[in-house]
Structures are given as C-alpha cells and as structure tokens.
C-alpha cells in the first residue's frame, strides 16, 4: 500500500504562485512514476504532470513552462511549483503514484486562483 498526501493548496490571484507537496509512505519502493492530476468543477479529472523514476518530466500543454514537478527523495516528497496562475488552474489538485499494481492517489487539495 501507498499512502499520498498532498498539502499547499488555497487561495491566489491571477499571476501568483503556489507550490505543493505531496508526501509518500508505505510501499514507496513500488512507485514507479508520480503525477499531478487536477479536477475543476463539473470537468474531468485531467492530467498535469509526470515524474518518473530516473528523473524525466512531462507536463501537459496547458502549463509547460509555469508549472514544474520535482521531488526529494530523501522526504519521499513530490512538489509542483506553480507560477503565473490563471483562474483556468483553479480545482481540485490530485497527487498520484503509479504501481504495478495499479494508480494510488491522494485526497486532494484545492487551489482556487481569483481574477
């Protein structure tokens, strides 16, 4: 089992920054990629960004180049830095980590960004 939890979310305005943290435990060894995921009201949860094991990132188009993953391995912690926010980025913000045995996710915290 794989425990997620994802801190660092609130309240921001438009062309602010927020970062947050997702914290692992429990079977982290079995992790093989870790993602962020977001859901905004009355819209499906959609994909955010990716961080394998060796390191390698993908972002969705929407926020290459304000939104960036990384991790400390030694906090088995997985952040998003988010800069230049748009009230489109406003919902739901989802940690997940990819298993063979299937997707563990968080429980999720909100980010809402005012215009």
């Known amino acids: 089992q794989v425990q997620l939890v994802e801190s660092g979310g609130g309240l921001v305005q438009a062309g602010g920054s927020l970062r947050l943290s997702c914290a692992a435990s429990?079977?982290?060894?079995?992790?093989?990629?870790m993602g962020w995921y977001r859901q905004a009201p009355g819209k499906q949860r959609e994909w955010v960004a990716t961080?394998?094991?060796?390191?390698?990132?993908y972002y969705a188009g929407s926020v290459k180049g304000r939104f960036t993953i990384s991790r400390d391995n030694g906090k088995n912690t997985v952040y998003l830095q988010m800069n230049s926010l748009k009230p489109e980025d406003t919902g739901i913000y989802y940690c997940?980590?990819?298993?063979?045995?299937?997707?563990?996710w968080g429980q999720g915290t909100q980010v809402t960004v005012s215009s």
């Open positions: 429990g079977s982290i060894f079995s992790i093989t990629a």
């Open positions: 997940s980590a990819a298993r063979p045995l299937g997707t563990a």
């Open positions: 961080i394998t094991r060796d390191g390698t990132t």
